[in-house]
């Protein structure tokens, strides 16, 4: 039996110059726009690891998945600004949970490690099935991410995303199934 369609919105927020129809994992964009690749694996290059990383739900790793948020990320952008960071006017295209496979999903908890930058390692519990209940659950920024933004340095790492949960889906999305961003 099919697991149930899940309700809510998702958002992603690097589609402004899509190439292709779908929007493709790390994996499959070395392949497919060797130049995105790079663009994209440069946030590993600290920490080539995370890459490899096991998504033990989804039986893959962290570079075979794609990335959503169940978070408007405006408050996230709003924090950055007020840290001092430039921050630009990046709006998120916006997704129906309901359009995804709910077997190709799973929810991440992301909590910042000690350093305060980069998430911890996950463990059993930091996986949530991908649910509407688990999609409320997690649909809200919380203070604590606002907090941590607020307070980076100059030097500090720009990861707005550390301590916000994930929606990872295995494998492409169709970008017709997006919603493109306000203008």
Not at 36 to 49: C, I, S, V
Request: glycine share 8%; net charge negative; aromatic share 8%.
């Amino acid at each position: 039996m099919p697991s149930p369609r899940v309700q809510g919105t998702l958002f992603h927020s690097h589609l402004t110059h899509p190439r292709g129809d779908l929007l493709l994992p790390l994996n499959e964009l070395r392949d497919a726009h060797p130049d995105l690749y790079r663009q994209h694996a440069e946030k590993y290059d600290g920490r080539p690891h995370g890459m490899i990383e096991p998504v033990p739900p989804l039986g893959c790793t962290w570079a075979d998945v794609v990335f959503l948020s169940p978070v408007d990320p405006a408050p996230l952008f709003e924090a950055l600004a007020r840290s001092g960071r430039p921050v630009g006017g990046h709006r998120p295209a916006t997704l129906d949970a309901s359009r995804l496979d709910p077997d190709r999903c799973v929810i991440r908890l992301m909590r910042h490690g000690s350093d305060g930058h980069y998430p911890d390692p996950p463990d059993e519990h930091d996986y949530l099935p991908f649910t509407t209940a688990g999609l409320r659950a997690v649909g809200r920024v919380t203070q604590v991410a606002l907090e941590r933004l607020e307070r980076l340095g100059p030097n500090d790492p720009w990861l707005p995303w550390v301590d916000v949960p994930h929606i990872l889906h295995r494998g492409p999305i169709p970008i017709a199934w997006f919603t493109p961003p306000a203008p």
